[in-house]
């Protein structure tokens, strides 16, 4: 088991702040692991440290402003593994590791980070040259790194009214959206656990549409080169 933290915007514009207790397992982790402590949000009064956004801030994102809605969180401690966890590692993205400026500064992630890749060939394959596709994905122990810090991280990740992507060092990052994980909830009991953390949600369709696809580096870089 694991424990969460989640803080939710409500409809009377209040903000709740909740502790809870899940398996450690994908569907859980993903909500709370995209950011480590100290990464940099662009928000309408500048890049804000993702441990000091609240919901109700403003943040730029691919949908124009939008305000946050949820931020979950959790803490990843080294070399204690469980079945079922994807809390192995994280992910550095050095300087420029993508080009001049993407990131700016170094940046660390979670395994639930995915990126938009622009690939303009996927237009006439798919129908959309952009897609979200995990940052370890990318990882060639060079620019982009996995690491094992010496003690325990907090990471975050965090929800807006509409899916889609907010700027982190120069990078569009995902924001969060369940999408297929809520296929592998099993019973009722699992799916009352997880809905307990987002106040306001009470079936599927209240987290909205995916914004972008998602896949993952094989598989782009497999159809770029047909």
Known sequence: MR????????????????QHVGPAVRLFEDACSAFARGTLIHTVNGPIAIEDLLPGDYVESSAGTQPVTWIGSTTYVPGVVSEGTTLTGLTRITSDAFGSGRPETDVVVGPAARMLVHRPKLKSIIGQDRILVPVSDYADGDG?????????????????????????????????????????????????LFL????????????????????????IDGLCAM
């Open 3 to 18: 424990k969460f933290e989640a803080a939710a915007l409500l409809p009377d514009f209040s903000i709740s702040f909740q």
């Open 144 to 192: 982009i790194v996995q690491v094992t810090p010496a003690g325990g991280v907090q990471l975050y990740h965090l929800m807006l009214g509409r899916h889609g992507t907010i700027r982190v060092g120069g990078l569009d990052v995902e924001t969060y959206h369940p999408g297929q994980a809520l296929a592998r909830v099993e019973g009722p009991s699992e799916w009352a």
């Open 196 to 219: 307990s953390m987002f106040p306001g949600i009470e079936q599927p369709g209240d987290f909205g549409e995916l914004t972008f696809s998602r896949s993952t580096r094989e598989v």
